[in-house]
Every structure is written in C-alpha cells, then in structure tokens.
C-alpha cells in the first residue's frame, strides 16, 4: 500500500514536465440523521440512521501547443441515507457519466454530463460544505429552485447517474460570469432544455440571476440572488418563480472565534396556483387536512467546526414546510 | 501511461506536507480450479475452470490537528469463478460499499461497511495469502464458523457488495484487542446482529473468542481460537457453537526451506439437532442417501512458494465432508 | 485537489525501487456525429448528436527477483452514442473485466479477458487513433472481418463487459509475432473458439495472416493483410473468408505538412451464398428492394490534426455498403 497523493510542493517541481495528467480528489463524510418521517412501523426505516458518503473523483487534462486545453471528469461515490444504499450500483458506487471540457482564456465549452446553467448560479445553495443542512444538504429545502415536490428539475450534474448529456459554454473575465446551457432527449419529438445564467462579484457583492425554458411541464423557471460577504457576516438573499410558484429565501452567517460558523436560513413558498391544480399540476396536499403540504416557510440552523486537516464537524437542524423535521450530525473530510 | 506509485523512500520526503491522501493497493491472482463438483452435463461447467481475482483498493485519510484521524476505504473487485463473472457489475466490477472510520492512538470507530467483530477474530480463517485453500479459499470450509450451508452468516466486510452498514468499535493496547460491532436491517420489526470479540497475544501465543448475537435463526454463534507461531512452525485450534451445531479445527503450517511453506487443515462439524430440524432448520441431507452431507470431516493441503517482488505461487488441494474435492494452483502478486 | 501522475523525469529517480506499481492512464473523445441512419421520427435520435468517450485505464504490475513479471488491466470507461449511455452501468461507467498476464522475455500468456489472436492482427483497423473513422470509430465498416451483421464475432478484448474468460499465449521475436487464443462457454455442450494469428515486420512491411475456428456457426474465418509504411506515405490491403463471405479492403494514408494526416479507403463485399440462407444464414436482405444489404462496396474518408500535448482534432466521413453515411469531428486527448 503505497502513497499516491502529494502536496503542492512536490507538485511545482514537476509541474513543467508534464503535459498531460489525471488528479484524484474527492471527500468522506458520515454520521447521524435523524428524521421524523422515518418510522419502523410506517416505512421500514429507523428514526436515526448513518448517512454517508464517499466521493472519489478524476479529473484528466492536456494541453495543446496554443493554449488550448482539454479535460474530462468523473466521479464514482459510494453513500448511504436512510439505511439504504444510495449508490449508483446495486454493490455500492460505479463511475458517473463523464463531463468533456475544451477551455482557452476566459472561455469554456463543456459537453456530456454538463454542470448546467441554473445549476450553477451563485447564491442557489446554501453556504455550507454539504451546501444544506447537515450531513447530507437534507433534501435542499433551503434552494428556492426547490418547489412543490418539484425538487432538482433542472440541468445539473449529475453525481450518481449518466447526466443531461447536453452542451454548455461558459465565459468569465474579471468578476462577471456569464452560463448558457442545453440538453435534448430522444423521442419522436425534441424535447429541450435551454439554460442561461448571469452572475456579477463586485466588491463583497454577488448578485446572479437565471432562467431555465423547457418543453417539459412545470419546468420553466426564473432565479435571482444577492449575497453579501463582509468576511466574519454573510447574508443572502434569493428569489425563484418556479412556473408560478413563488419562493424566496434569507440567509445569514457568521464567524465565531477562529474556527466556527453558523448559519441560518429562512425560506417561504406560496401555494400552487388553482389554475395550474386545473392543469393537472401536483399540489402535493395533505390527503387529511386538505392543505397544500409545501406551502408556507421552512427554517433551519446549520453549526460547522473546523478541525484542520481538510476535516470538520457539521451539524444542522431543519424544519421543512410539510413540518418535517430532522437533525444531522457527524464529520466531513476532504482529500 | 505513468506511473502513480512510489516507493517508500519516496514517501518520506513528502509524508510532512501532507495532512490527506488517497492510496491505492490491490493484488490480482489466477490460476486454475479442478472442482469434482462441476460438470458440463449436470451444471453446465467444465471441471476445471480459470479462478482469478483482481483487487483495486482505494484508501483515504485526513489528520485533524488534535492528531484525530479519518478515514475511509472501498475497493473495486473483477473476478471469476467457474468461467462466471463474480465481479459486483454484470460488465466486471464496481466499487463496493465504504467503510469510514476515526481513529484516535488505540481506539477507532467505523461506520457503513464494517469489519464485523466476528469476522475479525485471529484464528479464524487459515494462514494463507488467501485465507483458504488454493487461489480462491476453495470455499472456506476450513473456517469453524462456515456450517450447514449457513456460510459466513455473520456481519463482515464486503468485498463485493453494499455491506450491512453497521457500526463498531475497536479498541487495542499491547498485545490487546476489543471489538463490538452493531448493524440492523430495515422493516416493520428491527433485526440486529450485536459481535463482540477478544484477543491477546503474548509471546508466541494469541488467543481469541468472539460471539454474534442475531434476532436472524441460526445465526447466534461463539468462536474461539488458540493459535501457536513459533517462527518455521505454527499451529492452531479453533472451535465454534454455531446455532447448535459444533465445529473444531486443527491447523498447522511450516517453513520449508527459505521460500516454500506448507499448511495442513483438519475440521470435524456435528450433525445438525433433530430437534432444529423440526424447527425448521435446513440440514443439508443428500436426497438419495438420506445422510446429512455436511457432517463430518474435511481436511486440506496448501503450498506456497514465494517468488520475490510480492509475487507467489499458490496451490492447494482440499475434501470437503460433503466430499467435494478441488484442487487449485497458480499465481498471486500484490502492488 | 492534488496531482496523481508526474511526467518521466519523476519516474526515473524512483524506478529502482519500486518492484509492483499501478499506472493510470486513458483518453477523453469528444464531438458531434451526423448519422442518417437517424430520425427523430423513425428511431426517436436526432440526426446530429453528442458522441463522445471517457476510458480510464488501470494497470497494475510486479516483477519476481528470476524476471518473470505478473501484470493486470481493467479499465472503466462512460459513453455515449446516439445520445444513449453507453457505459457498462446504467448511471456510466464500472470497471471492465480483468486481464491477468505472465510474462518472460518475448513470451506472454494472458488469461481472462483476452486480447484475442484474431483481434491482435496487424492491419485489421485502420492506422487512425479511433482505428475506425471518425470519432468512435462509426461502426468500423472498414474492418474486413466485419461482414452481414456478423460484426465483432471473434474473441477480443471487452472494454465495457466482462470478456470471454479465455487464455492465449504471444510470441515475439524480432520482427515476429505468433499468437493462440481460446475460450469456451459454459453449456451442457462445449462451445470453444480458437484462435491463431503470425505476423511479420521486415523494413517497411508488415504480412499477417489470423483465422478463428469456432463452434458458433458462421464464425469459422480467416483474414489476411499487407501492409506498407513508407513513413509520409501508408497502404495496406486487406481480406477475410468470413465463413463463406469475402471482403477485401484498400487503405492509404498520407501526411500533409507536420500535423495533419488524410486517410482514405475502400472495402468489398461479397453476397450472402445463396446455400448459406438455406442454411440459416441471415443476410440482411433488405425489406423492399429484395437486395443485400451488405453486399458490395463501402468508402471513407478521415483527417486527423495533431494538436500538439497528447491532443488531436478528429474528422471522417464514410458511407456504408448499406448507404448509410456518417460524419463525425471532434477532439481526443490522452493522458
């Protein structure tokens, strides 16, 4: 068993020589989640289950004689949520689908399992290294993309499965950076995905907006965030129409001492549009009550500690609008 | 094509500036199976087949700055038996499932896919580079816990698969080792394997007992194993309750010259009770004779001869009591 | 996120002390194929769509202290054609089935998932990086045992399954090259297929002969080639008895300048015989017209510009016996 990562400092020796090359990175996070919609007698599954994670990822490069470069990358993980293997291969992880990039100065055209224009505005996630709360993002209620049971119905990269396999062109200079994506499927009629985003770092500013058009139902959907990093305080802000329904977000955080953060995030959601219920949308009500099990506000509290050496302990607390709770805790390291 | 492994003294220079790493080891074997078992006109396969295995392990590891370690492990495994992909794709092999771990001087907790305390007991399985007989462990029938048909029913890392995504704690001091391990399955009522195992070594000698408490039939289980290195020889017992049904073994091994080794096996099983038997318990008894077939003996023979660079011929004949022969023979070599 | 590989000077220092290593290597290919075989109307593909390849490649090996040395290779590689994953998973990509190998000098036996002594001939694909035209190789209609639908009908090396878990021996000495290969399948019957490939390079020349004998029905083949490399300028001649259908192939090749390369070919195909169909051959008759399909000639076209660091851009066009034309360009980088 021999070592095959080094630091940085070994790495600029060799680093003229070598034209071509493959890094290896990734992370490992585990520990407890509690969830209150986990119930032996109702789903099989245990109130307090390990989640967990194990990301390894490769990333291949060259570079030609202009300038010009090349990359690829994918990525296999292993996880665990709910006491069930989350992996994408029944024994636990394969490799995804792969990302290809060509890139020259600013610019930058990616094809495959693209990162994905709405995916990748600023200030969509939250700020922390799971990017939700707790060990594994809980479901992401904080992102106000996320709407109605409609969660993650955009083009983004795709950890555990083959991806959009689209085409996208990304370009930045100075703090600007402008994102336009596409993705089609087979079928006898085209169905696409068009994505574009903008997003601007000015001082201790970022402000970002995105849109998303799209041939399938309940898709189309407009994304516009400020956030402010004054160092020791964060504070965001963040607004989504999700084809009619609303979402806006708050978020802060702050530094405490020299190795803590805590954040917090408030986010609230209209109801579904009768119209859109007529339409045939999902309004995801609650079969007793006969309310709109979404709508209204979610919260959440998210602790971090550094522990040095790539490692921290994370920790987070969540109340979803259709009342669920749950509450994370455990380790996150990086290699 | 480049090569990404150093040696150790490599490894040094570097081992200061890097607090997280990722390692990569394995081994790869093939030779040749005869198994009496096989035959093209009753199972479809030749007696005697290709056997071979090749292990890609990836280790991961950080260091906070209290000296509190992570880590975490999954490999991936191609393999074939009886002219069949054994592997955990229907293409070779994917990635198993992750086991993560901290460890701090003597203690360490893992989470996910565990060692499994039972599994880790000195003494159980033989001293061979596979752990069995010949190139594949020729179905392990040396191993005191192995009864039945009810084969390694107890929890154990998974090479091949997701694992029981358990948790365990270690704990070891001089010649001292103590291990508890946990896992439960989901569905309406919980069913929990508790392992717990003991070992020593002093001088020459190490001692060992475990115990698997399962709400699974069958599966409770005590082992213990006495075990003698005296340099050119060593010797070994070992004894199991499984469920009811006793099994011993007696092992002994020997240098042969400054290269070759030769290990020698015997295991005596009971009977299955009549009384599990009216419980419902599988006794494995041949249809015609109306014997149970896995009563009784087996015994075994293996030779290694080792070939320098991490490289080793490997062969070894054994008699299962069901009196199933195989003999095995070719090559291993770690990287 | 460190570097894995470092470039040859690196290597040199450490090479004396390293006895078994892993290496890492592969390529990313990336572009768009037309292919008028495709309808969004007929097939539900578009007529232009992404194609394009990620193939990471491991290869692991140990030398004995008598020169004997043992390797390994399995590779993982994503996919996509026709805007449909390819990989060997359903989300990408798992590893591949493994090829072990002994080696001594100019002798080699392999087993497992087998280079295949036909698959090993010298001048069965074309002298391009895909060794077919364009991109992905475009169904390498060049390729002379490929006749009727009975394409790839002969032991080779699997890149996306598990292989045909056979044994071959290699040869070499000089400028020759001898070849066996076997493998069977498992079945109350056996069915085998061997293989035998020579081949000899003198000055610019290269002869080879291959045939596979096999228990399938029309896979009984035998192929030869002439190949001459006169370095700015390449031809080559090809033919196989493809169980009764003949094909021959003409191919040339030229530089133009320091970086590009122009290839052109030709290749003929002989009807199905009409005892063979009375036999059961399927000869692809087309449904309207009454006529073979396969039968007669088939032509491409490729150009390949270096790009300088292990780069390159990729374009051919071809147009099949059937009359089906592709067109593919895009880029291909090792690392």
């Known amino acids: 068993m021999k070592k095959v990562l080094f630091a940085t400092t070994a790495l600029i020796a060799t680093a ?6 493959v890094r290896i990175s990734g992370y490992g996070r585990f520990g ?4 209150d919609a986990n119930d032996r ?3 099989g599954v245990s109130k307090t289950t390990i989640t967990s994670r194990l990301r390894l990822q490769f990333d291949m490069s060259a570079e030609t004689d202009s300038g ?17 293997n989350q992996g994408s291969n029944p024994s636990g992880a394969a490799f995804n689908g792969a990302r290809f990039g060509v890139s020259y100065q600013g610019f930058r055209v990616n094809v495959g399992n693209i990162i994905g224009a709405v995916e990748n505005m600023p200030g969509l996630y939250l700020e922390t290294r799971t990017a939700g709360i707790g060990i ?7 992102n106000v993309g996320n709407v109605n049971g409609e969660y993650f119905n955009w083009d983004a990269y795709s950890s555990a499965g083959f991806g959009v396999n689209g085409i996208e062109a990304l370009y930045s200079t100075g703090g600007f950076t402008g994102h336009i994506s596409y993705s089609t499927r087979n079928g006898a009629v085209a169905v696409d995905r068009f994505g574009v985003m903008l997003a601007y770092t000015f001082g201790d500013w970022t ?3 995105a849109n998303q058009s799209s041939d399938i139902m309940w898709e189309d959907k407009t994304l516009v965030s400020v956030a402010w ?7 965001r802000v963040a607004y989504a129409d999700n084809d009619g329904i609303s ?3 708050i978020y802060g955080n702050m530094d405490i001492g020299s190795a803590s953060n805590l954040l917090v995030f408030y986010t609230d959601e209209d109801a579904v549009d009768a119209g859109d219920v007529l339409a045939g949308r999902n309004d995801n009500r609650d079969a007793v009550a006969g309310s709109n099990q979404q709508e209204g506000g979610s919260y959440g509290i998210h602790y971090s500690y550094d522990l040095g050496g790539g490692a921290s302990f994370e920790a987070g607390y969540r109340r979803a609008s259709n009342d669920n709770d749950t509450f994370q805790a455990g380790v996150y390291f990086s290699f």
């Open 41 to 43: 007698a109702v789903n």
């Open 229 to 235: 990093d004054g160092g020791q305080f964060g504070a």
């Open 32 to 35: 407890l989640d509690y969830n």
């Open 247 to 249: 979402k806006f977000g």
């Open 136 to 142: 594994d993002g809980a479901g992401f209620v904080s």
């Open 16 to 21: 003229s020589v070598a034209a071509a090359d």
């Open 207 to 209: 402000i970002a907006a």
């Open 68 to 84: 010009v470069a090349f990359d690829a990358r994918f990525r296999a993980q292993s996880e665990s949520r709910d006491n069930v």
